[in-house]
């Protein structure tokens, strides 16, 4: 799309008395090749682009996309969206607004060797049948019956511009591979995925990120270990246990009961109806939630990260934060209207999933800070207990108080060594006692690539969750 | 539809046959989308997002791709296509590959189209200060959204397929906060203007919101779990994905292996609709060009038939039951049959129990058995002998959709469509009572 485009509905909004106003030209490309039991199915091309126009005009705020790409078209977006911020700042007085951001030009591009654009459908179909060739073997006398692979491309390019003379450019590819693979226990049929809790294997970068994860060694690896585990696994014991948990769980961990309700928007309500709301009040900055090896942090300007960014949907820049430090909560996810109500700058948190969806507050890498210890070590410390190493099903309520993890492999810990696999045990627990029960941290910080969701309509957007293996002291572990 | 667009539809099919298409389908969705967001009693910001789509599937020698663009300009079209066909030969042929549905089609002549939502683009603004203004804004917080869509859409296909639709829908989800622990949820959704309910829906989340403050103490144990419509409806909607043959062939669903078998019991028939009156996601032909229809997923607790586009119903040795996307079928509007309890004789049934009005984050330990978990949030009530005793909160449901399937005990007359942001599928559900599910609490 031309990026005049862009420029001129800024000018128009302008001409129309818009007091602010933004456009974003947003591209994405996406191809996903799919294989089902070893035949393809119709691959997917989906290719989106348009333009997305938010103004702040007579106290009202109003977000209006179109793909019509004329001036005709951008003109008639334009005067949509300053029509319904007039009328909605008339009807009831929102009392919006942007804090104050110094006007940036800037073009950013991941971190990309071979072009995404140049590599077409036979690539991914290859790589895809010859890891269902890896997963249709036996592995232990155990084989997965069914298998579905999804390997997706997506670049993203935006192109951002707003009325106080800020101008970003950037080009982000992605690369991510997930599955869903079913067998037969004893008569019990069985669905996992890998990666395990429905999550995916997946970095920015361009087609060389194929290579980078080595997705044959991971898939074969994750394939034997869980097969042995499904196979294998015993009763799991209840009662109130030392728990250790793999990056994988601590990755979701850290993102549900502490990057979700650090979002500002959120804790002013502004997801009440959809995501809901946060155990954090605006005053919280300070709030001990956890013991002195709680920290976890949001960065967006991890390299080869899924939710990398150098500026954000606003054009600010984006930056690591530090949402808790010992313990105690250091910062929340800001864009520019949180930022204008807490009277501070933005960290840089707004983005947005697609040119028809408006920028809110998001979270881009959020992870447990590594700390000095083995995993070795965590498990030493334990007598008796579990270790956790990834999962399949977990929730957690609208306030992120109430949270779930069922283990998928997970094994047991006796004096201070992994014994057996346990069968899906449960922690269900409260995010104070998850985090005040923190005793101690790995180094081996991993991250899972996913697609978190949010806003309505809803935004998809991709993220990083990691973090290193954790050890809780005294939770108390349930079984189905 | 723009008549430069319907162009565009035929010279895009007649260039892909050109370029050795054995199959193609070129579907256009033209799409206006108003949408009101409030919280904390105030308008936070109004939407208009105007969007045109062109889907096109094409096959070549048994190679199959589906491709979405949004760039319409001619040269963005002659760019797509020559990409799609590129793409396509790049393929291997698929054993699963089955022909586009052979028409002419007689499709329905109704439709759900309301020319005042489709117009009038102050509506929803006047709406919802007619339902912030319901409430005593010193004792409740709302939030929420009101949305209105129009959509036209357009299908030319190989098979002789060239037909039209289109449709409107509103709808308002709001969640009312009080200051003592309550809160309610509640949805009006409609295609139809008349049907609207906002200040009902509103003045219902006020109540149930003031009714649940102060929640006090429970025990975690096994219940007997009154699902209002709300909740029923997210059930419902995990059966309705569960019907797809897609997810069936794929070996994910809870619902494989169990055709003509009892699933639930006696009291549970739930069909899908293609088109209903105020079925939000009602359309006269799927993405393949057939005439969507009423297809029946479970009769009287016994699994009749999975949803199908023609590449699943060949593998399955069926029909089609017009529920195509190409390349996974999906349910449209999921309807529970109305059971023979009012509100009161179901709440009687009803010894030690809990009443649910809102839940969300459904997520499945193993997909293919149906095990989940879900939590309830808002307003929840303690039920014993047949009576609401207090408010509750902070509880998680736990279990097997099929074992839960199979313990219905009740199911109500009065029956209501939800949609919302955590069920994307319309769902037509009355309240329904299930025998002994599994609450706990956090440690």
Not at chain 1, 275 to 293: A, F, H, M, T, V
Not at chain 1, 406 to 414: D, M
Not at chain 2, 129 to 138: H, S, T
Not at chain 2, 366 to 377: A, F, I, M, V
Request: proline letters at 4%; a negative charge.
């Amino acid at each position: 799309m031309n990026p005049d485009l862009a420029l001129y509905a800024v000018k128009t909004a302008d001409g129309q008395g818009a007091s602010f106003s933004e456009a974003r030209i947003h591209e994405l490309n996406e191809t996903t090749v799919l294989l089902k039991n070893g035949e393809p199915q119709p691959a997917q091309l989906i290719s989106s682009k348009g333009i997305g126009i938010r103004v702040y005009h007579r106290g009202g705020l109003a977000f209006a996309a179109t793909n019509e790409a004329t001036y005709e078209g951008i003109r008639n977006t334009v005067e949509e969206a300053t029509r319904i911020a007039a009328s909605s700042g008339t009807v009831v007085n929102s009392g919006v607004g942007l804090s104050f951001e110094k006007s940036v030009e800037a073009s950013w591009r991941a971190e990309e060797k071979e072009n995404i654009e140049d590599v077409g459908l036979e690539e991914p179909t290859k790589i895809l049948k010859e890891l269902d060739g890896i997963l249709k073997d036996e592995f232990d006398g155990l084989m997965f019956t069914h298998r579905l692979l999804t390997l997706s491309l997506t670049l993203e390019e935006k192109f951002y511009v707003n009325s106080e003379g800020s101008k970003v450019q950037s080009r982000v590819p992605r690369v991510s591979f997930s599955s869903y693979l079913t067998t037969n226990v004893e008569g019990v049929p069985i669905t996992i995925t890998i990666p395990p809790g429905y999550s995916q294997l997946g970095e920015s970068g361009g087609w060389e990120v194929v290579k980078r994860l080595k997705l044959h060694e991971y898939v074969l690896e994750e394939a034997k270990r869980l097969a042995y585990v499904l196979k294998m696994r015993r009763a799991s014991p209840r009662g109130v246990l030392d728990v250790i948990l793999g990056p994988n769980v601590v990755g979701l961990v850290a993102h549900e009961s502490v990057g979700h309700p650090s979002e500002a928007d959120r804790i002013l309500g502004r997801e009440a109806a959809q995501g809901g709301e946060s155990y954090l009040k605006p005053k919280d900055i300070g709030l001990k939630i956890g013991s002195e090896e709680a920290y976890v942090s949001d960065d967006p300007t991890i390299p080869h990260s899924m939710g990398f960014y150098l500026y954000d949907d606003e054009g600010v820049a984006a930056r690591k934060r530090r949402l808790v430090e010992r313990g105690v909560v250091s910062s929340f996810l800001h864009d520019r209207q949180t930022a204008f109500k807490f009277k501070i700058e933005s960290n840089g948190a707004s983005r947005s999933s697609s040119f028809d969806r408006e920028p809110i507050v998001r979270m881009a890498n959020t992870f447990v800070e590594p700390g000095d210890h083995t995993l070795e070590e965590l498990i030493e410390g334990v007598s008796y207990g579990i270790y956790i190493k990834s999962f399949m099903e977990w929730n957690i309520d609208d306030r992120r108080l109430n949270q779930r993890y069922v283990g998928l492999e997970a094994y047991l810990i006796e004096n201070g060594e992994v014994k057996h696999p346990i069968r899906e045990p449960i922690v269900e627990l409260d995010t104070f006692t998850l985090w005040k029960n923190l005793d101690a941290r790995a180094k081996d910080i991993e991250f899972n690539a996913a697609t978190c969701g949010k806003g309505e309509p809803m935004q998809p957007i991709a993220v990083w969750t990691g973090g290193p293996s954790i050890r809780l002291r005294a939770i108390k572990v349930e079984a189905r | 539809m723009n008549p430069r667009i319907e162009d565009l539809c035929e010279k895009v099919l007649r260039d892909l046959t050109k370029m050795g298409a054995s199959d193609a389908s070129v579907l256009v969705v033209r799409s206006r989308e108003r949408v009101v967001r409030f919280s904390d009693n105030k308008v936070t910001v109004a939407k208009t997002l105007s969007t045109t789509s062109l889907d096109v599937y094409l096959c070549k020698d048994a190679k199959m791709v589906t491709s979405s663009t949004s760039d319409l300009t001619s040269e963005g079209i002659e760019r797509f296509v020559k990409n799609l066909v590129h793409s396509c030969d790049a393929l291997q042929p698929s054993p699963d590959y089955t022909p586009l549905p052979k028409g002419p089609f007689i499709y329905p002549s109704h439709n759900n189209f309301d020319r005042r939502l489709a117009e009038d683009g102050s509506l929803l603004i006047d709406l919802v200060k007619q339902a912030l203004d319901l409430v005593p804004k010193n004792k409740l917080r709302l939030a929420g959204i009101m949305k209105s869509q129009t959509v036209e859409s357009q299908i030319l296909t190989t098979g002789d397929v060239n037909t039209k639709d289109k449709r409107t829908n509103i709808s308002l989800s709001v969640r009312a906060i009080g200051e003592e622990g309550g809160s309610g949820h509640d949805v009006s959704c409609a295609c139809w203007l008349d049907g609207f309910d906002h200040l009902g829906a509103t003045k219902n989340a006020s109540d149930l919101a003031l009714k649940s403050s102060n929640p006090r103490a429970w025990e975690e144990g096994v219940y007997d779990v009154v699902f209002s419509p709300i909740v029923a409806a997210d059930f419902i909607q995990q059966v309705g994905y569960a019907a797809s043959a897609f997810e069936v062939d794929a070996g994910i669903s809870f619902l494989s292996e169990k055709l003509n078998e009892k699933v639930a019991t006696e009291s549970l028939t739930l069909r899908d609709f293609g088109f209903i009156k105020d079925g939000m996601a009602s359309r006269t032909f799927d993405d393949e060009g057939l005439p969507t229809r009423e297809n029946i997923i479970i009769e009287k607790g016994v699994l009749k038939g999975y949803l199908h586009n023609s590449t699943t119903a060949r593998k399955f040795g069926t029909s089609s039951t017009a529920n195509a996307g190409v390349v996974e079928p999906r349910p449209w509007n999921l309807v529970v049959e109305g059971g023979g309890y009012d509100e009161e004789e179901l709440l009687k049934e009803v010894k030690r129990g809990i009443l649910v009005t809102s839940n969300w984050y459904t997520r499945f330990q193993n997909p293919r058995t149906g095990e989940y978990s879900t939590l309830p949030r808002d307003a929840a009530f303690l039920v014993v002998n047949g009576r609401v005793e207090h408010p509750i909160r902070g509880l998680r449901l736990s279990g097997s959709i099929l074992e839960q399937m199979r313990r219905i005990a009740a199911i109500g007359k009065e029956r209501r469509w939800v949609s919302w942001w955590e069920v994307t599928t319309p769902v037509l559900t009355p309240t329904v009572l299930v025998k002994d599910v599994l609450v706990t609490k956090p440690y």
